[in-house]
């Protein structure tokens, strides 16, 4: 058991590793240029170079995508709550909001900048509008999927709407929540680049822009590193907040 535990944890660094060396064997190989596609020490080597431009850059593309990000989560959660609480605004919001979610984000860029400006708030805006999705569908459908025979007893035990809402559908839609957590961080990293890389003069998306002109292709791949490391932390964050307050709904899954 303690064998299988120590693979499971063990099993994304191996699969990292592995595929670390087996790009560093092509690339070197094949003598690939590293105009065309650097190897990982040729990236290793531009990160140490270029540090403190990196982490300077880092930090502000992660600080932007976590205001869009508490945004979305706001108003996701309250979207969310009206939608799984009402019927009639479950059928009438959910298609609209579909059809939106359908519109490729990074066409509101140039919109979003003619009405404020280069800067952080097209790319906090972006940000926000590509996460808050995955919030609202499922809020929405762990309080919809309330099983009506549970409601049903609740009734007959005095409980009103609100305090089956409140007192079982919201801590059942916990685990739907946190999943889209997960989710939803890694969008609004997307956007918060995606935006930067035409309306701002700071983040990770300006200096891939900046990279690639200058034909810098090992400090592109840092900086892309950099969204992959941040993105990967906080998905780790949201996991362990979710199995300390939702360990009663990951019981099945904790012998696998």
Same mark, same amino acid.
């Given at each position: 058991?303690?064998?299988?535990?120590?693979?499971?944890?063990?099993?994304?660094?191996?699969?990292? $590793?592995?595929? !670390? +060396? &087996?790009?560093? =064997?092509?690339? /070197?190989?094949?003598?690939?240029? #590293?105009?065309?596609? %650097?190897?990982?020490?040729?990236?290793?080597?531009?990160?140490?170079?270029?540090?403190?431009?990196?982490?300077?850059?880092?930090?502000?593309?992660?600080?932007?995508?976590?205001?869009?990000?508490?945004?979305?989560? $706001?108003?996701? !959660? +309250? &979207?969310?709550? =009206?939608?799984? /609480?009402?019927?009639?605004?479950? #059928?009438?919001?959910? %298609?609209?909001?579909?059809?939106?979610?359908?519109?490729?984000?990074?066409?509101?860029?140039?919109?979003?900048?003619?009405?404020?400006?280069?800067?952080?708030?097209?790319?906090?805006?972006?940000?926000?509008?590509?996460?808050?999705?995955?919030?609202?569908?499922?809020?929405?459908?762990?309080?919809?999927?309330?099983?009506?025979?549970?409601?049903?007893?609740?009734?007959?035990?005095?409980?009103?709407?609100?305090?089956?809402?409140?007192?079982?559908?919201?801590?059942?839609?916990?685990?739907?929540?946190?999943?889209?957590?997960?989710?939803?961080?890694?969008?609004?990293?997307?956007?918060?680049?995606?935006?930067?890389?035409?309306?701002?003069?700071?983040?990770?998306?300006?200096?891939?822009?900046?990279?690639?002109?200058?034909?810098?292709?090992?400090?592109?791949?840092?900086?892309?590193?950099?969204?992959?490391?941040?993105?990967?932390?906080?998905?780790?964050?949201?996991?362990?907040?979710?199995?300390?307050?939702?360990?009663?709904?990951?019981?099945?899954?904790?012998?696998?």
């Amino acid at each position: 058991m303690k064998k299988n535990k120590v693979l499971h944890r063990a099993a994304p660094l191996l699969l990292g $590793v592995g595929v !670390v +060396l &087996l790009w560093q =064997l092509i690339c /070197s190989g094949f003598n690939v240029s #590293d105009f065309i596609f %650097p190897s990982p020490l040729r990236i290793a080597e531009q990160s140490w170079e270029h540090r403190t431009l990196i982490l300077g850059h880092a930090w502000h593309t992660f600080w932007v995508t976590m205001v869009g990000f508490a945004i979305a989560i $706001v108003v996701g !959660v +309250l &979207l969310g709550f =009206l939608m799984g /609480s009402s019927k009639l605004a479950y #059928d009438a919001m959910y %298609p609209l909001m579909t059809g939106f979610n359908a519109l490729p984000k990074a066409a509101f860029v140039p919109i979003l900048v003619v009405w404020f400006g280069i800067g952080i708030g097209p790319a906090i805006l972006t940000a926000f509008l590509i996460s808050f999705f995955p919030i609202m569908v499922n809020i929405a459908t762990g309080l919809a999927t309330l099983e009506p025979e549970l409601e049903d007893v609740l009734r007959v035990l005095g409980a009103k709407r609100w305090d089956v809402l409140m007192k079982v559908g919201l801590p059942r839609s916990l685990p739907y929540f946190y999943g889209s957590l997960k989710v939803a961080i890694t969008l609004a990293f997307v956007g918060t680049t995606v935006s930067e890389m035409t309306a701002s003069n700071e983040g990770i998306g300006y200096l891939l822009i900046s990279a690639g002109s200058s034909m810098q292709m090992g400090l592109a791949f840092s900086g892309l590193l950099a969204v992959g490391i941040m993105a990967m932390a906080m998905y780790e964050l949201f996991s362990v907040v979710e199995k300390r307050t939702t360990a009663w709904a990951h019981r099945g899954s904790q012998n696998h």
